[in-house]
């Protein structure tokens, strides 16, 4: 069984990495349940504490990806159209402008809400499009940071099993 759920573990841990980019996965999560499988190995160290300190991480960095696009945008003066233009340009540049309109998508769908919502005032639309693309950014970053340390913490429990 061991055996089982080490693989698991790592094929999660790789699916949540890329789950951090690919708006269809959760990511982070994905990667907490690779490192539950880890812990439930007969040779893992992984203790309560920290597998609630993972969690904690975990719920953090996705309630933060959650609203930071729309926090972000609020902030820089847009309005709802511009947040939810963001969040839809998410979705239709991934599927279809692949990869360049993941990265693309939100600024854009964030220019477009604005610019449906008052066509007068071009330059707010670009400054809304540009906080939405860099909350989206550091939204990405920190699920990936959190996503390669749990990567990371997984690899040292199973390499230290192995020797």
Do not use: Q
């Not at 959760?26 to 300190?53: F, H, I, K, N, Q």
């Not at 991934?94 to 007068?120: C, K, M, Q, Y």
């Not at 670009?126 to 699920?143: H, N």
């Amino acid at each position: 069984m061991d055996i089982f759920l080490s693989i698991a573990a790592c094929v999660l841990a790789l699916a949540g990495i890329a789950g951090c980019i690919v708006p269809a996965i959760p990511g982070v999560v994905v990667s907490y349940a690779a490192l539950l499988c880890a812990a439930l190995t007969d040779y893992s160290t992984l203790g309560a504490t920290e597998l609630w300190l993972w969690l904690a991480a975990t719920a953090a960095v996705t309630v933060a990806d959650l609203y930071l696009p729309a926090w972000m945008t609020r902030r820089l003066g847009g309005s709802r159209a511009g947040a939810v233009g963001a969040t839809a340009g998410v979705f239709v540049g991934f599927f279809l402008f692949p990869p360049a309109g993941i990265l693309l998508g939100p600024f854009v769908g964030a220019v477009a809400g604005e610019l449906l919502n008052d066509r007068r005032d071009a330059a707010r639309a670009l400054k809304v499009g540009l906080g939405s693309f860099l909350a989206f950014a550091v939204g990405t970053g920190l699920k990936i940071a959190v996503a390669m340390a749990i990567t990371a913490r997984i690899v040292a429990e199973i390499w230290t099993a192995t020797w």
